[in-house]
């Protein structure tokens, strides 16, 4: 019933390769199904001024889409500058990782996350998100094993995931063609068991606490297999 | 042991003055606590250029504060451009009223809806849609009125309110104080008793779905108090 | 013979409301007829790079209208940046400000008089300038009752007023039917019988000198009046 | 007394020489004093679209200064964005020469004036609306003798000084040295004898009306030889 | 004697590798050495204004390079704008594949070529210019298969590379560590034996035209390598 | 054959005429035919940051074009942004400049140099580098006047001058009419009997090699010639 023929509680594969670029401190490339993001993490030794001398920490993040990432080619942002739409996700990706950050034990450096979309197939901040976290991880392992950090500031990894309505059937993981239907659709963010964000939305529609919590339960199984793959993908 | 008082289940007093400008279609000024945000609708007989000739009518919002609305002066988003703060919280706004609109009822027209903050203390975004609303309505009966439109294309309320937990307790209709320095702060938008967005967020912070639970029981006792506003304030 | 049925030289009802917001250390609402502004001033205690260690003071403005303060709806601009013609303007408004103030008594601090416009109907930037006095002055207590300034800077009220030719005839204080209409309007900027600036303007058309001075002398009336409201409300 | 050593109502000397660029429809080199500006006019089918199918003919200006015009440089506005100032005075010479035309006799046609200060030392926009309209002037004989306009809708020259209070004194014609010093100047744009734009402006100072009229005396002067040398350089 | 250990005519391995995103008309993945560069053609049945109904196609390119893909993080260009220096590069990449195509063949209708560097090690705008050519040929394979095109509009390749004189040698194929330290270094854009560009720089240093010669012996080497693998990919 | 009526190796006719700003510490005027452009160059004794307390100088150049220099009028790029044609240009310009710049002997000291075009006719980025030398020079010499610096930081001149293929023919010093209509066309910066950039490109077209080196034989016939203008004009 789903047109990719999954079951309603069915993720897409997730595979996380990690090391894919010569510069970055931590990356990887995160294929969810046909959505594919390259993240990489950039260690600075500089925080942003409201932080300076503070001691703490911060992980902020950027997120963009290739052009043609996309059925239909978008008009590049670095041209026109960028959308409403991508500054809501790049907010999000950052306050998410940050829930996940120990910012005294991180200590007064500031790690710069780039999520960059080559193939888009819905889910992309979530997808994101999680890998977001692998590349994140990677560049704080490395500052431990040069000695800059000493108590690891990431314990449980930070995983999201959409769900949503789709022909009046509560699904998991929405790709393109079930998201441009959805009458309501939502994004978990959760780490270690626990709600970092929920984001639910209607559009044209409404939904019941009943409904929400469907979704709820759909959300903690997805998240439970990110997790997985993530703490596959660091060790 | 809330800094304003309050119960924890406590709204702030809310008043809603209809008709506060002569030009606007419809319009009012709300005022949730020391919250105080102008409210105007502008009927544009013009659609978007994706609506052209499909019969459906849009809505949309546009949302600003004013440089000293807040306690420390913020730069004029004029000089600088909309932050993405800003454009984040007017999306917000029109996807939430737009989904109390029946959109072929209203007919191929526009309504614009703009939400300018006077005074902040937290909750800008929930004063901006209940109040929205209000001045949305009045615009659609001016058109009844004069039989542009023949079905009430606005059926029940459409009302927001935040909720958050602030010193480990749950807690109704944040404040600046407690917004500030509250771990999980959620808004909730509904119609009819139904739900149309949820958005929660943890700062440095996680919440469970038995917290969360407890935030959407205080957000529909707050809703249904501001319901009772608006439908004084348009009749 | 004048639209409003006004004299020609008669204004319209001023009044000046202060204390209108809780965060501002000066403000005031200022209603001349149906044009209302709201101003407040902001005390910043850094003054712009050109002046550090010189132990002078500065005012500067900054000029805005609501999207719908206008008969048909203006675009934001925050989404489209200042026009020439709001830039004009809040040229005018701190000039004229900073003409009233004795720097060196002020001392080495800043302040920004905002002035926002609620709703229009002509003259927006003469009240602006006469509220704006008014928040200036309050801000200027504040800073006097903590012992912060000692002689006061403000001596004399800076107060503004448009006149018009209109229908052939000199006008005073134009409303928005007969501006748009007027083939020569003027602002006039006045301090203790002084003038500070003066701003007359021919649209395809000109004017004598003859026709200036009789400006001039209803300008003086009006400006007379407009200090009585600055003083009566600063008190 | 004067640092260039001239009597009180002693202007610059004027040379306006004309057909300095090849492409322009109308153009003109015209220096006062150390002060050149080239002013070209561009000829233009199309109007605005406000004004489309009105028959209506327009005339617009757009001022420009090359980086090292003055004696300290320039940041250049084609990498900043034009400065608040600049898009100030491009209006005035826009709305001056548009007081002198006859649009109508013009016909549905723009004319384009751009003025750009090739060396600067006081007086730009009064020296760009001097010699602006002589570029016009060029450009609709043009017109006139192609047979494409048939009555002259230019009459009598628009041209414009500046004048001011410097040490105390009324002086005629400020350069640049005269102008960074003077409490109180003006520009005066004048037509056929009659006056169409008058700016005064206080900078930290005051003045009456008494010194008002002196200066527009001076004005009335200095006008009459920048027309006398329109004049001669458009015959 | 190089960094790499290369002989001073031997290229970096070239791989290019097709098909690499589902939603592109055309594209691929090329792999200079270590700068990897992905490259998608969309097909857009719009021509820009100035060809509409002449009958002629047009392609153009645009260039991009993510953050982290180079040593140091840049600062994003959708948050800053696009730098002169890609503007530059996207100019030469248009141009140089519009070189190598039959506009009248292609028939009115545009492709846009964009090429995104994944990973930067010196020769970036060599490397997208010979993987946009693939990617546009891929492209108008696809075009032609389904019949809208009959002719092929494109029949040699278009390739590119860079040469250097470093440490005093004239070397082939300069990777990042040679490029930067390079006094004269050049691009020469080939196809079926011809130049189509060549831009030979030095930068505090000159050079003669014998030295140029071997330049241009070396690129002649390199493209043919080059048009191989092109030819590979695309067959 | 050519449109001008000039042999193909036949230069357009040079001067260049110095000291036509009061401001800047260098200026000239240099008109190549109908391509008339006003160089000047502006002494700050800072450098940029990447340069501080490094003892070396820096040249840099900024380019631009009055709206009117062109047959038809251009907008102007203060109201739209610098075109990446302009900047383009102007950092050639600047990379020409510096080649021929002893950087230790200038000292740490920056030199900006304006090159502003006022008539167009082709080959404007050529005379922009030519006449920028000369205002360079006056510049230096100025310095070395008063002791500021001592070794002349430039020996030989630096000139440019484009050639192309036109009708078939190899030409020197292309115009308008030819630049529009080559298929080659290539711009040729030398100092010293030496290269410093070479740029060619075709457009719809290509070259070999031999008509390369015809170019390269012209364009050392036109740089000799500009040489000795230069030199007259500096001595």
Same mark, same amino acid.
């Given at each position: ?7 309603? +509680? ?60 996309? +059925? ?7 041209? +026109? ?56 991880? #990677? ?75 469907? #979704? ?20």
């Amino acid at each position: 019933m789903r047109p990719s023929g999954r079951q309603t +509680n069915e993720m897409r594969p997730v595979t996380i390769e990690t090391g894919v670029t010569m510069h970055a401190e931590g990356s990887c490339l995160i294929k969810c199904g046909n959505t594919h993001v390259l993240c990489t993490a950039t260690i600075d030794e500089r925080v942003p001024p409201f932080l300076k001398n503070s001691g703490l920490g911060w992980v902020t993040a950027e997120y963009g889409m290739l052009p043609r990432a996309t +059925n239909t080619r978008m008009r590049r942002e670095a041209k +026109n500058g960028q959308s409403g739409r991508t500054q809501e996700i790049q907010r999000l990706i950052g306050r998410s990782l940050r829930a996940g950050v120990d910012r005294v034990a991180l200590g007064e450096r500031q790690i710069v996350v780039d999520c960059d979309v080559i193939q888009a197939d819905g889910g992309t901040r979530c997808a994101s998100i999680t890998g977001g976290w692998v590349a994140l991880k #990677l560049a704080v392992q490395k500052l431990m094993k040069a000695g800059d950090v000493v108590a690891d500031p990431l314990v449980d990894p930070v995983a999201a995931i959409s769900c949503g309505i789709y022909a009046g059937q509560e699904v998991l993981d929405l790709d393109y063609p079930e998201d441009s239907e959805a009458g309501v659709d939502g994004n978990f963010v959760m780490t270690g068991g626990k709600l970092i964000e929920v984001q639910m939305s209607a559009e044209g529609s409404t939904f019941t606490r009943a409904q929400m919590d469907g #979704l709820l339960d759909l959300a903690e199984k997805g998240v439970a297999e990110l997790t997985q793959a993530q703490l596959t993908a660091v060790s």
